[in-house]
């Protein structure tokens, strides 16, 4: 069994009905297969997709800003008010997916279309995405989850990407999520591009990888067009944590 979670800060503490959670799946979930199952236990929402089972609990309590602090500047770029709709929070969703058969991608995807909808209910003010470390708009969220598909990937969603300067004003960045999808991150230790190429050459190389589940190896190049060559090395992390990234050269 696998599990993989998302929550969804709430503006007021309390849980959906079960009529609302049916209402934002019609209203924003454009896949043929319909949630089943959808109930209330005495404790949480439950439902069913697919082959998953969820569930979908209240916390009576915002979600501690010391978790939120650095997806809320990591987010920034694209949310500059996401702090500023984060403080309002009074509570939160915890939403858990459960898997017989763990197939990651097909996991999150799944994940992804069920936080959509409940992003869509009168409460939702922000979607947090642990493993990434992001925060996302519930608009915002909902708008790439409405194209997603196995080759149009919202890896906005689900791949965060951090920028900075080096001393000589070269930029570094790397990327946090894809570990949740059993691939290395990828990371950039200095370059000439602009912050949001950056962002979007890292987000870009991370949609690679995943749709075509890839692993980049050692000594292979990897570009946007047929002339680009950016090579590839495996090597520790910059960020000192004893993991293996796979480092792109520009």
Known sequence: MALVLSMVALAKERLPSVEEVRQAFALNDSADEAPRNVEFNGKALTLQLGTYDVAIGLVPRPIPWADLAGPVETS???????????????????VTLFGKQPEPLAMWMALTRIV??????????????????????????????????????????????QVGRNDDGSLYGFTTGLAAFEHMELEISACHWAPLEVVERLHGFAHYVLENDVTLENGQTIGVTADEKIAIELRPSLCDDGRTVVHLQP
């Open 76 to 94: 920034s770029l694209y949310w500059p008010e996401a702090g500023l709709q984060l403080q309002k929070q009074q509570a939160h969703l915890l």
């Open 116 to 161: 959509a909808a409940l992003a869509a209910t009168p409460d939702a003010i922000a979607v947090y995405w642990p493993v990434a470390g992001l925060v996302h708009a519930p608009a915002d969220f909902r708008a790439l989850a409405a194209t997603m598909s196995r080759h149009s990937l919202p890896v906005p969603l689900w791949v965060g990407v």
